[in-house]
C-alpha cells in the first residue's frame, strides 16, 4: 500500500508541475487514502504479532 501510495505522489507531483490540477489532486487525494490504508493494517499487524508477506 505504501508503494502505491508513493506512485501516486509522484504522479501528483509531476501533473503539479505541468499545470494539470485536477490530475494532481485526485493523484494527491488516492495518495493519501492509500498512506493511511497502509499505515492502519501496518498498525494492526503490529499489535497482532503477525509478519506481513510480502
Known amino acids: 500500500m505504501i508503494h502505491w501510495a508513493l ?3 509522484i504522479v ?3 501533473a503539479g508541475v505541468l499545470g494539470l ?3 494532481a489532486g485526485v493523484a494527491t487525494n ?3 487514502i492509500l498512506f493511511i490504508v497502509g499505515l492502519v493494517v501496518a498498525l494492526v ?3 497482532t ?6
Open 7 to 9: 506512485i501516486f505522489l
Open 12 to 14: 501528483a507531483i509531476v
Open 21 to 23: 490540477s485536477g490530475i
Open 30 to 32: 488516492i495518495a493519501w
Open 45 to 47: 499487524f503490529l499489535i
Open 49 to 54: 504479532g503477525r509478519n506481513p508477506r510480502i
